[in-house]
């Protein structure tokens, strides 16, 4: 007997059900979630004793924790255009020793030319959303929407930023762990796609309201690939929290704002799972770079790393990562070398889709190692800051030839010689053993020429360019 023709229609349709979640399960989700200023030791799950983060504690537990991932660059700007692009800065004019980072005067921003993680995902017709702060130019030829993401809600750049001319220096009050600054005194916009839709920005409720956000764009997108890149503004100074969360932290106004962002992972992974796509996404839990350290107790800790941020001491770029994927990432401990820089080259590789092959690329496809089916490809990593090559490590090896000054960014401090630390043996790069290992010395001054060599050819410095007086559309 002939089956009736609903009956058909939906053996008909089988197929193409089955090729549909086939093929998106040959594309995973990716969320980024991105944190500013953030301290490999301010997590519970890395040895923090007093900030409470369980959401983030049971993402370690049940995926995976890199203990010795590195940032692209130890300042905002080149951190996020190294994660953005698969590149060391320097390649695309996102260091300088001019200016470390954009500001509202800045003219540029991450030149047109570059591919993003989202336009090698939109290869694939993955939705893209930036969510948070973005910090690669403000204008808007330079805006996340001109860079493959189909959307974006954040504020442009740090959240210390145009301070109104008169209001009280933020920076005095950082003696006192509970200090709580006016939002109104720093005039930054907020900003939903090109557009400028508060000003000041209410930061106040800013991590909420980025945590809203993402949760609206993985809910509209729950049948279909998503790109998620969510930067929190947070705990880049000044801090602020949400009513919920101030006062609650044992570590004073920098653990309620920690304690929020742990909220805030907390409902996006609480959403893939209501979602049942916990499956089918892969999320990246990660920090710009290390704490500022200058803030006191406005400023984070490295743990048991040296200094802190702007500095290429491991303070400075290694951060607390955590990979998360039950199902498809096996949990544990991952001690391998990553970065920042390799997540272009790993989504790639997991979404079927391609890297771009025109261009230098500096980043590895770390899918062995979060697949369980070997180790990390990376060996080797370069520390640039300011438009310096400052240090090299190989393997366990790590040589400086340049160093700033560990408490506040941007102070040169004297070397006389390159310094040599062994960072298995001495995380803390206390004990320097140049003189005992002279052919390891050689050996890595002779990467770092290599190195020097094969950046010859970047673009010209670019972050030293102002313009006064921009308006947006309003």
């Not at 509202?104 to 694939?124: H, M, N, Y």
Request: charged share 25%; net charge negative; aromatic share 10%.
């Amino acid at each position: 007997m002939a089956p009736t023709l609903p009956a058909a229609l939906v053996l008909l349709c089988l197929p193409l059900v089955a090729f549909a979640k086939s093929d998106n399960a040959d594309r995973p989700n990716f969320v980024v979630i991105f944190c500013d200023d953030l301290g490999y030791g301010d997590l519970r799950s890395f040895g923090n004793p007093t900030i409470k983060t369980p959401h983030l504690d049971r993402m370690a537990e049940e995926g995976q924790k890199w203990t010795q991932f590195y940032s692209a660059d130890p300042v905002c700007t080149p951190s996020r255009a190294g994660l953005l692009t698969g590149r060391y800065p320097i390649r695309n004019g996102m260091t300088s020793a001019k200016r470390g980072v954009f500001f509202p005067d800045s003219a540029l921003g991450l030149p047109g030319e570059e591919i993003t993680i989202a336009e090698v995902l939109k290869q694939r017709d993955y939705a893209t959303a930036a969510v948070g702060k973005w910090h690669l130019g403000h204008h808007p030829q330079f805006l996340p929407t001109a860079q493959g993401f189909d959307s974006y809600y954040g504020i442009p750049y740090s959240n210390d930023m145009a301070r109104i001319k008169g209001a009280p220096n933020y920076r005095l009050g950082t003696d006192d762990p509970d200090y709580y600054a006016d939002t109104n005194d720093f005039d930054v916009p907020l900003m939903e796609n090109e557009r400028i839709i508060e000003q000041p920005a209410d930061q106040n409720t800013i991590t909420k309201r980025y945590t809203e956000r993402a949760v609206e764009f993985i809910e509209a997108n729950q049948n279909n690939p998503f790109f998620l890149y969510l930067a929190h503004s947070m705990p880049h100074i000044p801090l602020f929290v949400s009513t919920d969360f101030r006062g609650k932290s044992q570590r004073g106004l920098y653990g309620d704002v920690i304690e929020e962002i742990d909220w805030s992972v907390g409902q996006v992974l609480d959403t893939l799972r209501r979602l049942d796509l916990t499956k089918n996404t892969i999320v990246v839990f990660s920090s710009d770079n290390g704490p500022w350290l200058a803030f006191k107790t406005h400023g984070g800790s490295s743990g048991p790393l040296r200094a802190g941020k702007g500095t290429t001491f491991e303070g400075g770029q290694r951060v607390p990562t955590i990979f998360w994927g039950p199902g498809r990432l096996p949990a544990g401990v991952v001690d391998g070398l990553g970065s920042t820089i390799d997540l272009l080259e790993t989504f790639a590789s997991l979404s079927g889709t391609s890297a771009p092959t025109d261009r230098k690329m500096d980043g590895h496809d770390l899918s062995p190692a979060l697949l369980g089916k070997g180790t990390s490809p990376r060996n080797e990593f370069f520390y640039w800051t300011k438009g310096e090559l400052h240090a090299v490590r190989s393997g366990p090896w790590k040589l400086h030839v340049v160093q700033r000054e560990p408490v506040n960014y941007g102070r040169e401090a004297p070397m006389d010689h390159p310094e040599l630390y062994h960072l298995e043996k001495d995380i803390s790069e206390a004990h320097e053993v140049s003189a005992t290992h002279p052919e390891i010395v050689a050996d890595l001054t002779r990467r770092l020429e290599a190195h020097r060599t094969d950046t010859a050819d970047s673009l010209p410095e670019q972050l030293g360019a102002r313009t006064p007086n921009f308006k947006y559309r309003r």
